[in-house]
C-alpha cells in the first residue's frame, strides 16, 4: 500500500501538548485514523494490537458495535442537558444498575467526568460527611505507592513523586501507610505487613482520620503492583473500628479486570462486611469509549446530607454530569460485560495470561511476574530503581511499538491488559514479542 499520508506532527507548529509527555525532543506520536476490536489502524497501513486498552479504559473492543449504536440512538434523543433540576432515564437506569452490582449496599450514585473527579467527590463526599455531622475530621490515610488522578485532592492522596513534586506545597497532608508489593495477593502476612498494620494502628490511636482510600489489591499506576488480601482485610477492619470511611478507587480495577466484577469482591466474597461505604469508578464504564465518572455511596453516608439546613448539601458538580450519551455508552458497555459470552472471554483471556505467566517463572531477565485476573506485569531486572522513570521502558516501548504491539510500560515493569475481546492469534503475538526482547536481552 503506498503511503500517501503526510505526518500530522510534521505541520508547522504543531499544536496539541500530549499529556505524560516532554514537550523538547522528537515527538514520537503515532497517528490513528480508525481502531476495531484489539487493532489500532495506523494513518499509512500500519496496524497495533493495542494490548493495554488505551490506558485500561477499553473492554470489549474498540468501535464495539452495539455502543456504538447506543451513542447514536442517544445523541439524537437527548444530547445532554443540566443536571441540577432535571433528570433523565440513562441517569437513572445506569445508578440503578451500578447499585445492584457492587460488592456492599450502596444506595447512591453521584456522577462526574472521569477516574481524577470521582475521587474528588469521594475525598470530599468523606469529609463533608463529618462536617455535617458536626464532628469534624479532617485527614486522610493513604497507601504509600498510591495513584488517584492528577487533580489537587487526587495528587495529595497519591505517593509523593516526581510527577507530584512542582505542587508538593500545596498539597494536603495524608497519613501514608507504608505498602510491600507482593506476587502473590493471597501470600501470608509477613514482619513487613506487620509494620504496615502497626502504623494504621498507631495513627488511628493518635487521631480521628476522616477516610481511608486504596486501590483495591492492584496499585495500577506503581507498575501493576499487588498487595495482600489478607493485608487490606486487617486495614480495612481497623478502619471500621475506628468508623473511619472506607474509599475504594476501582477506577482501574473495576468491571471485570482482576476477575470479579470488582477487586474489591476478593475480600467481600467470604467478609461482605468489608465492602467499601464509597466506591470510584470510570475507565471501563463505557466501555473506553467516552468519559464518565461515578462515586457511589452507603446509605448512612448520603443521610448525614438529608437535613433542612442547606448548608448541608453537597455543593458539587461538573457541567457534564451524567451526560446521557456517556450514560447511554455505560448501560451498552454493561449488557456486553454482563453476557456469558464476556465472562467466557474474561476466562480465557485469564487463563491464556496465566500460562503465559508460567513460562515465565525463573527467567532470568525478569526480577518478579504477576497475574491476576486479565492483568499480567512483569518485572525486568534492572539496576537502576524499579519505577517510571526507570530508563528501560524507553527501549521496551519502542521494541513493541516497532513489532506492532502497543505496551506502554511503567518503567521497568510491562504489562498486559488488553480488551476482553482479544483473540489468542493477538495474544500469542504479543507474547512471541515479549520473549524475542527476552531472548535479545541475554
Ligand atoms: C486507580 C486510578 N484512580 C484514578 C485515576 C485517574 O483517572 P483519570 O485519568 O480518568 O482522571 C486512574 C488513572 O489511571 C487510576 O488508575
Redesign the pocket.
Known amino acids: 500500500m503506498t503511503n500517501t499520508h503526510t505526518d500530522l506532527r510534521l505541520q508547522p507548529n504543531y499544536p496539541v501538548w500530549h499529556p505524560f509527555t516532554p514537550l523538547m525532543g522528537a515527538s514520537t506520536e503515532l497517528e490513528v485514523v480508525k481502531a476495531e476490536r484489539e487493532f489500532l489502524h495506523l494513518a499509512g497501513g500500519r496496524v497495533l494490537i493495542d494490548a493495554v486498552s488505551s490506558?485500561?479504559v477499553n473492554l470489549h473492543g474498540h468501535g464495539h458495535p452495539a455502543i456504538a449504536e447506543a451513542i447514536s440512538k442517544q445523541a439524537s434523543t437527548l444530547e445532554h442537558v443540566i443536571f441540577a433540576g432535571f433528570t433523565h432515564q440513562p441517569a437513572v437506569t445506569l445508578a440503578q444498575r451500578i447499585l445492584d452490582i457492587l460488592p456492599g449496599a450502596h444506595s447512591k450514585v453521584f456522577y462526574s467526568d472521569?477516574?481524577?473527579?470521582?475521587?474528588e467527590v469521594a475525598l470530599k463526599m468523606a469529609l463533608q460527611y463529618w462536617h455535617n455531622l458536626g464532628t469534624p475530621r479532617t485527614s486522610i490515610i493513604a497507601l504509600s505507592g498510591a495513584?488517584?488522578?492528577?487533580?489537587f485532592g487526587?495528587m495529595s492522596v497519591a505517593d509523593r513523586n516526581p510527577f507530584n513534586a512542582p505542587f508538593a506545597p500545596l498539597l494536603f497532608e495524608v497519613q501514608q501507610l507504608d505498602l510491600t508489593p507482593t506476587d502473590d495477593i493471597w501470600a501470608p502476612l509477613d514482619g513487613s505487613d506487620q509494620h504496615t498494620i502497626q502504623q494504621m494502628e498507631k495513627i488511628l490511636a493518635q487521631s480521628k482520620p476522616a477516610a481511608f482510600i486504596y486501590?483495591p489489591l492492584v496499585?495500577?499506576?506503581a507498575g501493576m503492583r499487588f498487595y495482600k488480601a489478607a493485608l487490606l482485610t486487617r486495614l480495612l477492619e481497623l478502619a471500621q473500628q475506628h468508623q473511619v470511611i472506607t474509599i475504594a478507587?476501582e477506577?482501574?480495577?473495576g468491571f471485570g479486570r482482576t476477575g470479579p466484577l470488582f477487586a474489591s469482591e476478593h475480600l467481600t466474597k467470604n467478609t461482605p462486611e468489608l465492602s467499601p461505604d464509597i466506591i470510584?469508578l470510570?475507565?471501563g464504564l463505557t466501555g473506553g469509549f467516552l468519559?464518565l465518572?461515578v462515586t457511589t455511596c452507603k446509605d448512612h453516608i448520603q443521610q448525614a446530607y438529608r437535613q433542612e439546613d442547606i448548608m448541608a448539601t453537597f455543593f458539587h458538580g461538573h457541567s457534564f454530569t451524567a451526560n446521557p450519551i456517556s450514560c447511554a455508552a455505560a448501560l451498552a458497555s454493561l449488557d456486553l460485560l454482563q453476557a456469558d459470552h464476556c465472562s467466557a472471554q474474561r476466562q480465557q483471556l485469564s487463563a491464556s495470561l496465566a500460562s503465559f505467566t508460567q513460562s515465565l517463572q525463573a527467567h532470568p531477565a525478569i526480577a518478579h511476574v504477576r497475574h491476576l485476573g486479565c492483568v499480567l506485569a512483569l518485572e525486568w531486572k534492572s539496576s537502576d530503581k524499579t519505577g517510571y522513570f526507570n530508563e528501560a521502558r524507553h527501549r521496551l516501548y519502542q521494541w513493541c511499538i516497532d513489532r506492532n504491539v502497543l505496551l506502554r510500560p511503567l518503567g521497568n515493569v510491562l504489562y498486559i491488559i488488553p480488551p476482553y475481546c482479544i483473540s489468542e492469534d493477538s495474544l500469542q503475538r504479543v507474547y512471541a514479542v515479549i520473549k524475542e526482547l527476552l531472548a535479545e536481552l541475554q
Request: net charge negative.
Open positions: 490506558w485500561w472521569n477516574g481524577s473527579t470521582a475521587v495513584y488517584h488522578g492528577d487533580t487526587a486501590e496499585q495500577g499506576s478507587d477506577i482501574m480495577t470510584c470510570s475507565k468519559p465518572g
